[in-house]
């Protein structure tokens, strides 16, 4: 069986030089990314894009990695850099061959055991610093939760918001993960 692909999870200079080159305020970043990554979204969808959420991610990490090369002679607007290597991880994606048949399902009764084992595995390969964040993102309830985001927020120096979208960006990479560490179970 071939290794399992490692995500790859933007480093914290990464995720705030790619919101830093989209405005230096902050909040306006955050708000540039959030509609940079919904259009991304919509423009794979009316292409018929089986996982539109997957690529869209894909290309902001692209241009994340980029930022530090292109930031000081780039002019325009950003979103066309978005959109021309959006073009190319999609037919990067077109040119995979397509499988045929989707993988038998699990049964029911081991899904949620399956799952945490999963959810573990995909764990592990977070970088350290991922994997402490994500697990002290959602370590509490409630008002204790409110709280403690507020605390990590002001502790890594970002806003909410920012704290937020470093949270999904991570989710996001598990939930994809789990999925196929499912799918590969499932074919055993």
Known sequence: MPAPRKIHVLSP??????????????????????????????????????????????????????????ADHYSGDKILYFFGVLNNVHHELLKKPATLEPPPRIKAEDHEE???????????????????????????????KIDLRKRLAGDLGISINTLRLRALRIREGLQKCIERCLAAMNNF
């Open 13 to 70: 200079e990464e995720f705030e030089r790619l919101l830093f080159w989209l405005d230096p305020d902050r909040e306006q970043a955050g708000e540039i990314y959030e509609k940079i990554r919904w259009r991304l979204i919509t423009i794979l969808a009316a292409r018929a894009c089986p996982i539109p959420e997957e690529l869209a991610d894909e290309t902001i990490d692209r241009v994340a990695r980029r930022v530090s090369d292109i």
């Open 114 to 144: 399956l799952t945490h084992q999963c959810l573990e595995r995909c764990l592990d390969r977070l970088p350290e610093e991922a994997r402490k964040f994500i697990r002290e993102y959602y370590a509490e309830d409630k008002q204790a």
